[in-house]
């Protein structure tokens, strides 16, 4: 992995000289052409340092989140330089063939100012908005409130109210007060009942340890629920012993109690109203290969009627399609997360897109499919990249009907 990394800044390093070229076409000042290089190398030089001293065994996330914020604010947007002085090179290219045979003296046609100026601004205007997602933009949650109608609804759930988070990786936040507001969206929208739908961590129980006060606060009529994500279970961490791996997911279910949530491993739980019953599901991990695949929806939907409304909740949406949409437990809702819209995106009234499209064909808001329902939340934190740029953190509001 780290031979990897060295390999792609090595790459980007030798772009620099091109790179450079577009500076060097804005300024003849030498003083800002030496800065140039000597700020390039310092960053460099300290990116590649990092990397070396990273060592997996580190649970400090600070350093995994200052190497992606290094190379997504100072190494990937030069990329639009490259492109823009890449077409301008094959302009000056075929102007020059065009010329060759008329003029004897014939020269290669100078870089044009306007096209560098171009590259760096844009390229400008990306850093800009990852800065922006990094210290504003993983803060910004929004309320996204969505009206269902379940079949088989019984009569005294109607106009029932759901609130759906995911993905809080808690582990990747060093300030839990800084939350606050976001707690304090939640408790706003006055549920009947709070579903987690997996990832209350990166990889280690502990870190969710600082967030129990907070999230103890959160409020619900009916309960709060939860089910693991896939890094719940700790497969992605370090370990000293397969003993130690083994009590990390009941130090987290331990923990999520204190926070007044009740695990689901599948299985189930009615929520009883009047006697009029609404059943909720909730499954283990269950996503497409490298993602485990511990969800058992057979052994979760046990002793439930098929034609009885029931919400599921299943971190990967993959097990949508895959499974849940075609199973006979005649599942209505399934609530999702995981993708957390890859924290970079458009996600506006009538345009949607994310790189994370190419690997989740559903991977944000409401899908319907053979009359079944899937709700993919764009996720409460960030990972590796502390930051979101477009796709807002989501608290997902439910009303059924």
């Known amino acids: 992995m780290q031979k990897n990394i060295l390999i792609i800044t090595g ?20 003083w800002l052409r ?72 014939s020269y290669f046609p100078e870089r044009r100012k306007f096209l560098s100026v171009l590259g760096v601004s844009v390229a400008g205007i990306f850093s800009l908005l990852f800065i922006d997602g990094i210290v504003f933009g993983k803060y910004r949650h929004r309320v996204r409130k969505v009206k269902l109608k379940i079949a088989g609804l019984p009569q005294q759930f109607k106009g029932y109210k759901i609130v759906q988070i995911s ?33 209350m961590v990166n990889n280690y129980a502990e870190e969710f340890k600082p967030f129990v006060p907070l999230f103890s606060t959160i409020r619900a009529k009916d309960g709060k629920f939860s089910i693991l994500g896939n890094h719940d ?13 083994s009590q990390n997911i009941p130090q987290l279910a331990a923990l999520q109690r204190d926070a007044g949530f009740n695990l689901l491993r599948n299985e189930n739980r009615i929520i009883e109203r009047n006697g009029e019953k609404l059943y909720l599901i909730g499954v283990e991990n269950w ?3 490298p993602f485990p695949q511990y969800g058992d929806l057979n052994k979760a939907s046990e002793g439930i009627p098929p034609e009885a409304a029931k919400i599921l909740m299943s971190h990967d949406p993959t097990h949508f399609d895959a499974v849940v949409k075609k199973h006979p ?18 996600d506006l009234k ?19 499919s053979e009359g079944k329902y899937l709700y993919v939340n764009r996720g409460f934190g960030v990972i590796a990249y502390p930051g979101r740029v477009g796709i807002e953190p989501e608290i997902t509001l439910f009303e059924l009907s």
């Open 11 to 30: 790459i980007l390093f030798i772009l620099e000289f091109y790179v450079y070229q577009a500076f060097k076409t804005i300024t003849s000042n030498t």
């Open 34 to 105: 030496v800065g140039y290089w000597m700020v390039n190398l310092m960053v460099y030089g300290f990116f590649i340092y990092e990397i070396l001293v990273f060592k997996r065994s580190d649970r400090d996330q600070h350093r995994v989140q200052l190497l992606t914020s290094i190379f997504l604010v100072f190494m990937l947007p030069k990329l639009f330089i490259v492109f823009f002085l890449i077409l301008e090179d094959i302009s000056r290219f075929f102007r020059y063939l065009f010329t060759v045979y008329a003029q004897p003296e």
């Open 233 to 245: 279970y700790g497969d992605y961490g370090d370990w000293k012993s397969a003993e130690e791996k």
């Open 287 to 289: 996503g497409e290969p």
């Open 350 to 368: 009538n345009i949607r897109w994310s790189p994370v499209q190419y690997r989740y064909k559903k991977w944000a808001d409401l899908y319907e």
């Open 329 to 346: 437990s005649n599942v209505q809702l399934t609530l999702s997360g995981h993708t957390h819209g890859m924290q970079f995106g458009l």
């Open 167 to 199: 993905d809080v990786h808690s582990g990747s936040f060093f300030h839990p007060e800084k939350l606050k507001h976001a707690i304090d969206l939640i408790n706003e929208q006055n549920a009947d009942l709070v579903l987690f739908t997996g990832d």
